[in-house]
């Protein structure tokens, strides 16, 4: 099958689409978006976190079939362009030194992003648990809350820096909680 579907705000096609094939194989091996990782193939660990019409969702657990006509924001849709448009959550990672091997910080990334487009200034039981279904080998993830915490906080400071829809009207649309 041709897949066609939205993908960070752009109209994406791959051919010659299984249309069982996952999701997860289709951004990363067909569409060149390899933010997202391949680790368990069981919806597990969470390395694989995407949106799926503004909802959190295991990629690859989503048959490719499933995102026809859909959309789908990645890791790397929630930056606005270079290092200095990193969405506020990423950089907070990146500051806080949430990241060591990097295999987990996409589906973190993702799922923090979601976390704080519902609750601004989550508790750290609300963080903990929105952050259950993510599995990180290295860091023990207290950087990883210090970095959640410090997204919420400059968000809050700065509601803009966090809404995608003051920097791209257009973005509004593709992200949860818009």
Not at 122 to 148: F, M, Q, S, W
């Amino acid at each position: 099958m041709r897949l066609t579907c939205t993908v960070n705000g752009q109209r994406r096609q791959a051919d010659g689409v299984w249309e069982g094939e996952s999701l997860l194989f289709v951004l990363r091996d067909r569409m060149s978006l390899p933010g997202s990782k391949n680790a368990c193939e069981q919806g597990e660990c969470g390395s694989c976190t995407v949106y799926l019409d503004g909802l959190p969702v295991c990629a690859c657990l989503v048959a490719a079939g499933q995102a026809q006509d859909r959309e789908v924001v990645t890791v790397e849709g929630l930056a606005t362009g270079d290092d200095d448009d990193l969405d506020p959550v990423q950089r907070a990672y990146l500051d806080a030194g949430a990241v060591q091997c990097g295999f987990c910080t996409p589906g973190l990334v993702v799922a923090t992003h979601d976390l704080l487009h519902r609750s601004g200034r989550p508790t750290d039981p609300e963080i903990r648990e929105a952050l259950a279904g993510n599995l990180c080998r290295c860091t023990g993830y207290e950087k990883i809350l210090d970095a959640v915490r410090l997204a919420a906080a400059r968000m809050a400071a700065d509601p803009a820096a966090g809404d995608p829809a003051a920097a791209d009207p257009a973005a509004g649309d593709r992200t949860a909680g818009s």
